[in-house]
């Protein structure tokens, strides 16, 4: 029969054998992850750019000294909302294990990547009502303006379903690797 201080050092070991963590650093440097690294990187760099370029020119190329202010503020909260989380995601998904035991570490990442993932649907639904709210504020509605912006608001729904499918997929990955790891 195994004595207390046998069995507390074979908890705090538990999820931390060579084999574990020989499995985990795999996963942290294979290639998919890179992969999924850079296109992530990738992702962030052309929306950073276009988003500079929203600010830099909202004014005088889509009319902002004709919007009220309310607008102008609008677009401004929501593109640096947006851009803030996309950074939030950038960094959840670089995470990389920082504790000795995996399991602890792998979890944390999974509350993390759950985090970024409503932060980043969210910040994408506000930054589109933001959007319309900008192009929308002086103009008079006509049937076919209602047409585009019904059009504007079913893209942003798929762009959103298919954020939270590879939010999902990332998801699922992690919760996989605990699940081999026993956890």
Not at 42 to 66: N, S, T
Not at 79 to 94: D, E, P
Not at 160 to 173: E, K
Request: charged content about 15%; hydrophobic content about 50%; overall charge positive.
């Amino acid at each position: 029969m195994m004595d207390l201080q046998e069995m507390k050092a074979s908890w705090q070991q538990a999820g931390t054998a060579p084999g574990n963590k020989l499995r985990m650093e795999g996963f942290l440097h294979n290639k998919k992850h890179l992969t999924v690294i850079w296109k992530v990187k990738l992702k962030l760099l052309v929306e950073a750019v276009f988003m500079v370029l929203l600010l830099l020119f909202f004014y005088d190329i889509f009319d902002g000294d004709q919007k009220p202010v309310y607008a102008n503020v609008a677009l401004v909260t929501g593109t640096m909302f947006y851009f803030c989380s996309n950074m939030l995601g950038y960094f959840a998904i670089r995470q990389v294990a920082e504790e000795q035991d995996i399991c602890h570490s792998l979890k944390r990442l999974l509350q993390k990547l759950m985090r970024a993932k409503v932060f980043s649907l969210t910040a994408m639904l506000l930054f589109s009502l933001t959007l319309l709210l900008f192009f929308m504020s002086a103009v008079a509605l006509t049937p076919q303006k209602l047409f585009l912006m019904a059009g504007f608001q079913t893209f942003v729904l798929v762009q959103v379903y298919l954020s939270g499918n590879m939010w999902n997929s990332r998801i699922r990955q992690i919760r996989q690797l605990l699940h081999e790891l026993g956890e």
